[in-house]
């Protein structure tokens, strides 16, 4: 049975296209979910994604603007971001997420992945 821990797992840069987020990414064939910290004062540039995801707050604060709702969330909140949906993000504090995203095969998945 495959199991990981997310202290022995290599944080890299991810996704440097849309931020500055550190984090690991465990993949499985149907599904993605990754480990994610932004440095307070940074941001997630507007963009839209192919793939459904959802970003669970483990602390922190941000500004999530998804489509055309924007809402400050914290930890304890979830945010669904349905696939082509153009989204941003302003982190208000240091944030940390885990986030879930549905997978294609690794040759599509997107850059700085794991």
Same mark, same amino acid.
């Given at each position: 049975m495959p199991s990981f821990k997310w202290s022995e797992l290599e944080a %890299?840069?991810?996704?440097? &296209?849309?931020?500055?987020?550190? !984090? =690991? +990414?465990?993949? !499985? &064939? %149907? +599904?993605? /979910?990754?480990? /994610?910290?932004?440095?307070? !004062?940074? &941001? /997630? %540039?507007?963009?839209? =994604?192919?793939?459904e995801q959802i970003h669970s707050i483990l602390r922190g604060q941000a500004r999530y603007r998804v489509g055309g709702e924007e809402k400050v969330v914290g930890a304890g909140d979830a945010v669904l971001i349905r696939p082509n949906v153009e989204h941003a993000v302003q982190i208000l504090e240091d944030l940390e997420v885990i986030g879930f995203q549905d997978e294609g095969p690794l040759a599509t998945a997107p850059p700085g992945g794991a």
């Open positions: %890299k840069p991810l996704y440097p &296209e849309h931020s500055q987020a550190v !984090g =690991s +990414i465990v993949r !499985g &064939e %149907k +599904i993605a /979910v990754a480990r /994610v910290r932004y440095p307070a !004062g940074t &941001e /997630v %540039k507007a963009h839209a =994604s192919g793939r």
